[in-house]
Nanobody, 120 residues
């Protein structure tokens, strides 16, 4: 059974930083494509960043230059480092995993989410 548990969210001021973590059980990150998504109130879930089996990383335009996705395979944990946070980054953040394919907004295994709130 795949279980993903996010942590690290919180409330910060604009310009601040946070590091989100996602620990997995029943799933091995380094053999799959995994990613981070977010969903703000009243908006659809959107992809933020992903890392593929070969290590290729992809970011949403809104995250480029500010967010960094990474893996610690020894801990089987996925991270999202977020710098220069903006109020528009406020959302529930989810890690997502899937077998054989990259997760999408509607397909994959999901954690319970961790709230990020950025105040101006």
């Amino acid at each position: 059974q795949v279980q993903l548990v996010e942590s690290g969210g919180g409330s910060v001021q604009a310009g601040g930083s946070l590091r989100l973590s996602c620990a997995a059980s029943g799933y091995t990150y380094d053999r799959n494509c995994v990613g981070w998504f977010r969903q703000a109130p009243g908006k659809e879930r959107e992809g933020v960043a992903r890392i593929e089996r070969d290590g290729t990383t992809t970011y949403a335009d809104s995250a480029k230059g500010r967010f960094t996705i990474s893996l610690d395979n020894s801990k089987n944990t996925l991270y999202l480092r977020m710098n220069s946070l903006k109020p528009e980054d406020t959302a529930m953040y989810y890690c997502a995993a899937r077998f054989f394919y990259c997760p999408t907004a509607t397909r994959g295994y999901w954690g319970q989410g961790t709230q990020v709130t950025v105040s101006s």
